[in-house]
């Protein structure tokens, strides 16, 4: 074995990650929502990003935003559906900063109507977007990394409708599990072949975002969050640890890991409480934006880190702060296992 694949094989054993302040950061979708939480927390944490989404105006003003503050960004208007709008992404990166140490697929949009009457070609948009934007964004983070000295982190934002079906958005859940899967294969494939890659995936539960409003609807009433909802900085937290800490799986709110755990256990009983409790947490009592003013085509509107909902909005995920602490987080995850044993033996 060559010098350099004995330094690639000795720190595939250890892994070490760089500090944030060290880093440079590829977000996708960082325009609103989650993305836009994350590269605010990573850029106050003294990293240097590049900032991607379909929204060129927005990008704009947020690189404005850190360059006020003495912190480095760039951007590049992409669409991730695109194979080579992301292709674009990574050689912008290595042209500004020689590298990237990161990459965040964070893009994605949602429809919200039933299987049977969402139209194929708004299916296959989602599918661009959700899933081969992270296909197209995991090739070139990976080919990035096979040949440095250093590791590199993939980190893959999946959704809790990855873990656990549900109903009225079965195009974004089918898209999800692909995420979800392709994730977990390439994740193997990396180690096999000794790449010096942290590959992480993202688990968000409910998330108060415009996500519901980027969606497209087939509802007659406005898609929303009703329920326990987490902040965005709650998965910006999630994705930022995960950049310096290897980590396997990240999940975002208990309600997440909760689901996955009686997804799993029990899919029978949880497909009646999906049915009985999914669709009217789903939506809220305004009526539906129409078709053409959401952002599953063309860009939506940025800068608005959160969105529509009515319930309980959490100030953080204690799951996530837990999971920084693999003790602590094992207790939890214990006393989770009752709970969902507690719930199935009343049914």
């Known amino acids: 074995m060559e010098e350099k694949d004995l330094k690639i094989a000795h720190n595939m054993m250890k892994l070490k990650l760089k500090k944030l302040a060290e880093q440079v950061i590829v977000i996708t979708g960082a325009s609103s929502g989650i993305g836009l939480a994350t590269a605010r927390m990573a850029a106050d944490n003294g990293a240097h990003l590049v900032l991607v989404s379909r ?6 003003t947020l690189v404005e935003e850190f360059e006020e503050k003495g912190q480095k960004a760039i ?4 669409d991730v559906g695109i194979e080579e709008d992301v292709k674009r992404v990574a050689e912008a990166a290595i042209a500004e900063f020689g590298r990237f140490d990161t990459w965040v697929n964070n893009a994605g949009v949602s429809i919200f109507g039933h299987a049977i ?4 070609p708004d299916m296959k948009k989602v599918f661009d977007t959700v899933y081969w934007g992270v296909v197209y964004g995991s090739r070139e983070a990976v080919n990035h990394f096979k040949n440095r000295e250093e590791p590199g982190a993939l980190i893959n934002v999946g959704s809790l409708f990855g873990d656990r079906g549900t109903t009225v958005q079965s195009t974004y859940s089918a898209a999800k599990f692909a995420v979800h899967g392709w994730t977990e294969n390439l994740r193997m494939e990396a180690e096999k072949d000794r790449i010096p890659v942290s590959v992480t995936l993202i688990h968000p539960g409910r998330i108060d975002t415009p996500y519901n409003e980027h969606a497209q609807s087939y509802l007659e009433k406005q898609p929303g969050h009703r329920g326990m909802i987490y902040p965005p ?3 910006a937290e999630a994705i930022l640890f995960a950049a310096e800490h290897p980590k396997r799986d990240m999940f975002v709110g208990g309600q997440a890991k909760l689901l996955s755990i ?10 009646k409480i999906e049915e009985y409790y999914a669709y009217p947490t789903q939506h809220i009592s305004k009526p539906s934006r129409p078709k053409d003013d959401s952002a599953l085509h063309e860009a939506g509107f940025g800068l608005h880190e959160r969105g529509t909902s009515e319930g309980w909005r959490r100030k953080s995920s204690l799951y996530v702060k837990a999971s920084k602490h693999p003790v602590l987080s094992t207790v939890i995850l214990g006393s989770m296992a009752l709970l969902a044993h507690g719930i199935i033996k009343k049914k």
């Open 55 to 60: 929204n060129e105006e927005a990008l704009k």
């Open 75 to 78: 951007y590049v208007k992409a």
């Open 117 to 120: 009457d969402v139209t194929i």
């Open 233 to 235: 900085e709650a998965v």
């Open 262 to 271: 009686l997804g799993k256990g029990f899919p029978r009983i949880m497909d």
